[in-house]
């Protein structure tokens, strides 16, 4: 399972539960034991609430990924970013001094 997955399932899990808890409501209104009203508010108060931590899921997420990540010591985008201008840079001072070599011989 990569991240994303993981990541992904997580926040199914959240969708998943309120649309349980959107049936639930739904169903104490049908029997009887809840007034439309009170459902309505009922539900609007719980989403309202898990819509707050929904949004901190990702973040918590986050956090619990990159702990780890650091950790591990693995090279940044910013890392591989420089290597690769120093191996570009590297790349043309030896294609300057073979030119000059070739040059130098003829």
């Given amino acids: 399972m990569t991240i994303f ?3 992904r399932n997580t926040m199914l ?3 998943g539960a309120q649309e349980k808890a959107r ?3 739904e169903e104490l209104v049908k029997k009887g034991e809840l007034s ?3 459902g309505a508010k009922i539900f609007k108060e719980w989403s309202e609430k898990t819509g707050k931590t ?3 899921i990702p ?3 986050i956090e619990m990924i ?3 990540m650091e950790k591990l010591n693995l090279a940044t985008k910013e890392d591989i970013e420089k290597i690769n201008k120093k191996i570009s840079t590297l790349t043309a001072r030896v294609s300057k ?3 000059s070599e070739e040059a130098d011989n003829k």
């Fill in 97 to 99: 001094l073979e030119d």
């Fill in 36 to 38: 439309e009203s009170q």
């Fill in 54 to 56: 929904s949004m901190e």
């Fill in 5 to 7: 997955d993981a990541f």
């Fill in 23 to 25: 049936e639930f409501m």
């Fill in 66 to 68: 990159s702990k780890p």
């Fill in 59 to 61: 973040l918590t997420f």
């Fill in 13 to 15: 899990v959240g969708l």
